[in-house]
């Protein structure tokens, strides 16, 4: 059974940074996209950050510029570097991958709370 996990989420001060991570495991031939989204209560699911395969890099307006998003092919992971915190900052963070199994399938984590406040 393929899984996400994500870790690193917490409490930071505003203008602080945090770092989260997400791994895949289970059965899988291969990782194309990985990606990041954010829900902050009362309010829709947001994109964030995504990168490709080959590295290619995309941000939501919102993050651009403090917030970076990397991968870890051999580790099947995944990275998000938050800098530079702001309290509308403050939601459930979630990895999302496209994994290949018998064809390509999209997959959740469970999300890890990320709270900016002084």
């Known amino acids: 059974q393929v899984q996400l996990v994500e870790s690193g989420g917490g409490l930071v001060q505003p203008g602080g940074s945090l770092r989260l991570s997400c791994a895949a495991s289970?059965?899988?031939?291969?990782?194309?996209?990985m990606r990041w989204y954010r829900q902050a209560p009362g309010k829709q699911r947001e994109f964030i950050a995504t990168i490709t395969s080959g590295g290619s890099t995309n941000y939501a307006d919102s993050v651009e510029g403090r917030f970076f998003i990397s991968r870890d092919n051999a580790n099947n992971s995944v990275f998000l570097q938050m800098n530079s915190l702001k309290p509308e900052d403050t939601a459930v963070y979630y990895c999302n991958a496209g994994l290949w199994v018998e064809t390509l399938r999209n997959y959740w984590g469970q999300g890890t709370q990320v709270t900016v406040s002084s």
């Open positions: 289970g059965r899988f031939f291969s990782i194309s996209y």
